[in-house]
Each structure stands twice: as structure tokens, then as C-alpha cells.
């Protein structure tokens, strides 16, 4: 069986239709389990106090705000390169979804850095360059809305993802490429002396999975709605002509 078969709306369709019920239904175990888990049976940190368990939303929705974007420029690569329509609506299907992500992340972020830092925002180079992010996402967004023409629409706005996941890489290594910053480095890492503790580190990991099934879960809906619209679409125009 080829992976191209999905790009096949009616396949798609089956197959999304099968895998919705789970996906939703272990997306919001985890994220139950996960953060209750986080919030009301883990200690406080010695340092940062209760404030440490915005961890389980801040880390969460911050991740998936730059693999959301990973995912669109994958798929608008399918796009450009194959011309599969599902991959071109998938794309725009995910684009709210990780805008949502990242205000949270923001948010969040904003409410965590206050009492660590002393202030709501500093111009640090992480959270510049995810700042830059959300204006792709929202230059994606209005870009769709603007053009009437659904492929060329497509052809634009997967351009506009390319560049912007420079932003993307940015956001994710900032920390790296600049020494100097305000803003911690990862909090999950293959060096184990960088992940936090043990008693953080696995509801963070639930709450993780639970955002990346949940994050499945609202692309998926969402580009069977844009199928559906595009049928719609199709049939009020034949029926133009007729």
C-alpha cells in the first residue's frame, strides 16, 4: 500500500473517519490524565514554586506551535511538488490550529516569565523569533482568505511556508545559536542532565502526547471540513452552468 493513496479525498475521508473517534478519545485521556497529573500530584519547585506547572501547558503548546508549522511546509512541499489537493488543504486546515497553539505558548510563557523574570516579555531571540512565527501565521491565514483561487492560493501560500519556517528553526534553537537571552534551554533533550526532574518530566511527557493527538485530531477534522467545502463548491458551479 502506498502512503499516496491518502492523497486520495475519498480514501482520505474513510480513513480519517476510522481514526477520529480514537485519536479524540486518547488525545483528551492524556491531556485529563496528564494535567491533573501535573497540577495536583507533582511538588512544588524549590525555586520557581508552584509557577513551574505552567510547564504542562507552556512546553506542550510551544512545541506543537513550530511542529505545526513542520507539518504545513511538509505538506505544501507535497503540493508543489505532486499537486495533491488533500496536502494543499491539510496545510490550510493546520494553520489556525497552530496559531491557537501559539498564543497559548505565548500566554503562558508571559505568565511564567513575569515573576522569573520580572517582566511580561523581553526582547530575547526566542521569543522574538516566535513572535515573527504568529505574524506568518497570520500572514497564512489572511493570504488563504485573499486570494479566490483555491490552487493558486495553494501555490502562494506554500512559498509563504517555506520562508517562514526559517522562523520556525529559529524559534526552536534559538537558545543555541545566541548565548545570551533570558529564556531557559529545552526542557526535554537527549542529554538527560537538561531534562527536568523525573517527577516533571513524565506528565510532561502525557501531556505532550495529549497535545500532539489533540493537535491530529483538530487537523484532521478540520480538512475534512475543507473537502467538504470544496465539494460544496464544485457542485454550486456545475449547477451555474447548468
Not at 502512503?3 to 491531556?31: D, H, R, V
Not at 490550529?97 to 510563557?109: E, N
Not at 511580561?120 to 501565521?137: C, E, G, H, Q, V
Request: glycine fraction near 6%; aromatic fraction near 14%; proline fraction near 4%.
Amino acid at each position: 500500500m502506498s502512503i499516496w493513496e491518502y492523497a486520495n479525498p475519498k480514501k482520505f475521508m474513510q480513513t480519517s473517519a476510522w481514526a477520529l473517534p480514537w485519536l479524540a478519545g486518547l488525545s483528551a485521556a492524556c491531556l485529563v490524565v496528564g494535567l491533573i497529573w501535573g497540577y495536583f500530584f507533582t511538588p512544588d519547585d524549590y525555586k520557581q514554586g508552584s509557577t513551574v506547572k505552567i510547564i504542562y501547558l507552556h512546553v506542550p503548546s510551544a512545541m506543537m506551535a513550530i511542529n505545526a508549522w513542520v507539518m504545513m511546509l511538509v505538506t505544501s512541499l507535497v503540493w508543489l511538488i505532486r499537486r495533491h489537493h488533500v496536502s494543499a488543504l491539510a496545510a490550510k486546515a493546520a494553520a489556525p490550529v497552530g496559531l491557537t497553539f501559539t498564543a497559548i505558548a505565548l500566554v503562558t510563557g508571559a505568565f511564567w516569565g513575569q515573576p522569573m523574570w520580572g517582566t511580561w516579555w523581553a526582547w530575547d531571540p526566542r521569543l522574538t523569533s516566535f513572535l515573527i512565527l504568529t505574524l506568518f501565521y497570520l500572514g497564512y491565514i489572511a493570504l488563504w482568505q485573499a486570494i479566490e483561487d483555491p490552487d493558486t492560493a495553494a501555490d502562494l501560500t506554500s512559498v509563504l511556508c517555506i520562508v517562514g519556517s526559517v522562523f520556525a528553526l529559529l524559534s526552536r534553537y534559538a537558545v543555541n545559536f545566541w548565548n545570551q537571552g533570558l529564556h531557559q534551554g529545552a526542557s526535554l533533550s537527549l542529554d538527560k542532565e537538561e531534562n527536568v526532574a523525573d517527577v516533571f518530566w513524565f506528565p510532561l511527557l502525557v501531556c505532550i502526547a495529549g497535545f500532539v493527538l489533540l493537535f491530529l485530531t483538530l487537523v484532521l477534522v478540520r480538512t475534512r471540513t475543507e473537502i467538504r467545502a470544496r465539494r460544496l463548491q464544485a457542485l454550486l458551479s456545475r449547477e451555474r452552468l447548468a
